[in-house]
């Protein structure tokens, strides 16, 4: 059993329900005892009373002859049974009887008492109860009359343990019932679970399993595939106006750029004339190259087969870009640091990440100051591949560390920096897509970019 | 050179058509998939330019069905799509070379001449010159003036590639996809830094510069 399971709700619930069952169980089996017990000792103290009433009617009736005639007669019936009759004179001594002497403890006026047996004979292993009652005959005579209850005791003692298995078996029964429910609506709420983690992970087609039987699980399931059947939808719609604004822009756009490049090319005379013109194609081109960024996010999230995945040497990549981008750290004078571990695959695609890491590696080299350190590093842990990219620069507050993936966001420190704020949207975009991680810290100074890598195994 | 334009969007037509004959170029222009798989088939073209979406027949069927006719002419795509997929896509039905749009005129002329010179050269050459300069592809050493140069093997790369096509211009994409071999959007101009650092290895001390930058466009290595 997982610890899942012992922090699952369900399980607490059947703890709860165990409890309350186990309370009313012992509750229910405690009056059946009581109800009994008391039933047995009434029955015992009747017995008792009419046995008296009969020896004192004969008593009543033939004097102190008849009284010992029959309860010889009685005696005589059942020499080891459980009844005990013990007549006395007024100062205790005993006349007849299955009794010794007069019980230590019994007073003498006509109350019931309980007393210990001694061991009058040897049928009697152990130390037995009694209960009797006192009755004062007219001429002094002191009657005891009265029932070994030790048959009684054991009855109510074997009830007693029967009751206690009862309760015992129905715990197990009821903890094990419990149990059995509670995972199959674990699984159930699992699979639920399950398909939502691959919906989140991008799967926007994939929906919760429903057993078509109609319970709440399934309307629960049915309304969240609704729900996400909506979802889809409005997505759908967002990718499809986006893209459409992005590529119906780009046409006109492109269209401008082209035409002021042929006014370029036919207006040869005017210095001031191609240089304004060359400055319009240059911010032509600066917004095209917006909206292909956009575009290209727009498809990078929206792709949902990794169909064109291959197994990428990350080692090697990560190096192919350090020395793409190596001459221009040195131009800056920054050091940058490599340790990249070799022979660590991941299946991808390969152009992304290489335009992921280029943006990581470009930002750090923007903002780190001249004679600053930039260190890449890429280990592995157990299966799981780690890249860090660590500079040397202002870093990134830890509030807007969230809001650097979104679309246009830039720090206030570079706006005026070259950019489109779209570098970090297409590395989320691409994390997302390889199922990799990404996390910011604080390099101390600077910033440090932690990417977890989801290896391929050998 | 003959030249063959697939295209059915009028105004890049026209964009095409114009540019490509005021640089000496010789245009044919088809407006639809059917025309110019006709045009492909009968006349003589040195290099053709086709659109990747046409109406009546894609452009990625004109190539196949030519490449299975055994017509080797190269052939550009042009195509507003942009990902990874489709390139490949178009390569595999026998392209040579992808362009997405929207271009600047220089790309495409740069990518189309450098096409014309792949399906000219192909002689195994083993010692490439520009002028003075020397590049041993066996021995993988460059010489200018008899004075060795010693190159990273990038630069190695990037040089080898700028003196196959000298004389043309080479756009800093291309460069990106033939010498990296990667196809991605560098945020800075990360070539530049690349370009002058060759440069002052193979120009610097010499009388004569070879590399040269081409303002809106990208380089060329010439012999002066």
Redesign the interface.
Known sequence: MDTRFLQSSTFRLALVYMALFGTSVLLLLGFIYWSTASYMSTQTDFTINVEIGDLTERYRSDGLTGLTELMTERLSRKPGGSSIYLLTDRDLKPLLGNLDRWPVNATLDQAWLNFELEDASETRSSTHHARARVFRLAGGYLLLVGRDIHELEIAKQRIVLTLLWGLAITLILGGFGSVMMGRSTMRRIEAINEASREIMSGDLSRRIPSRATGDDFDRLADNLNIMLDQIESLMESVRQVSDNIAHDLRTPLARLRNRLEELYLAVNHSDEAREAIEQAVAAADGLLSTFNALLRIAHVEAQESRGNFVPVEIGALIADVAELYEPLAEQKEQHLDTQLAPGLRLSGDRDLLFQAISNLLDNAIKHTPAHGTIRLVLDNANGNGRLVIADSGPGIPESAREKVFQRFFRLEQSRTTPGNGLGMSLVAAVVRLHRMTIRLEDNRPGLRVIIGLPLLED | MRILLVEDDA??AR?IT??LK?SGHSVDHAGDGRDGLFLATDGRYEVMIIDRMLPSLDGLTIIRTLRGAGNRTPALILS?L????DR?LGLQAGGDDYLV??F??SELLARLEALLRRGAGGTAETVLRVADLELDLLSRSVKRADRTLDLQP?EFRLLEYLMRHSGQVVTRTMLLEYV?D???????N?ID??IS?LRSKIDKGFDVPLLHTVR?AGYCLRAP
């Open positions: 105004d890049t964009y114009k540019g005021e507003a942009a990902e990874v997929d490949v749009k929207p600047a005129f990038r990296w990667y196809h991605f959007d560098p945020q800075t990360i830094v690349h650092r809106g």
